[in-house]
């Protein structure tokens, strides 16, 4: 089913409710969307819920490789701009990442990115707070490094059941 739903409390906005019967699970499936008709099918819509364990990835990302465990402040203020600073790292990281596989034969896996070569990384960041001469150098060792340690294990597989069945890839850039 596919079905305009509408609050009063969010100012008559109107909402997509899809729903689907999950003949593994047994049970009915309904997404609340603001995505269209126009531009979104059902099936493009199931789709994408299926692949929102990416926005999850990145938030245990963040939280496994960014040392919040280490926090160590009473000032909230601090706390956020921490938290807000390893967002904007993975973000970096991953815009790398995605700029290091569009100039490689294979795909590059973010989750082994985040994971290896934060030295090397730590250098490059170095090199441009210092505007440094070695940055170059730094990026080179960083992406060299990356080909070698970071490649996806399953391509073939996440292009039938991954990011890649919505065409949604990197384009050289994050």
Known sequence: MDLDVEWPQLSQR?????????????????IVTNLSRDNFSLEQVFLGYRLRWQIELIFKEVKSYAGWHRFNTKFATLVISLVLLSFILATLKRYLAHATEADMDAEISTHKVAKCGTH???NVMKSLMKKSRCLSRDLKNLISFWEKSAKREHPARDRQTGRSVLELVSGGAA
């Open 14 to 30: 109107t909402f997509r409710l899809v729903v689907r019967w999950n003949g593994q699970r047994e049970c009915w499936v309904f």
């Open 120 to 122: 090397l990384f730590g």
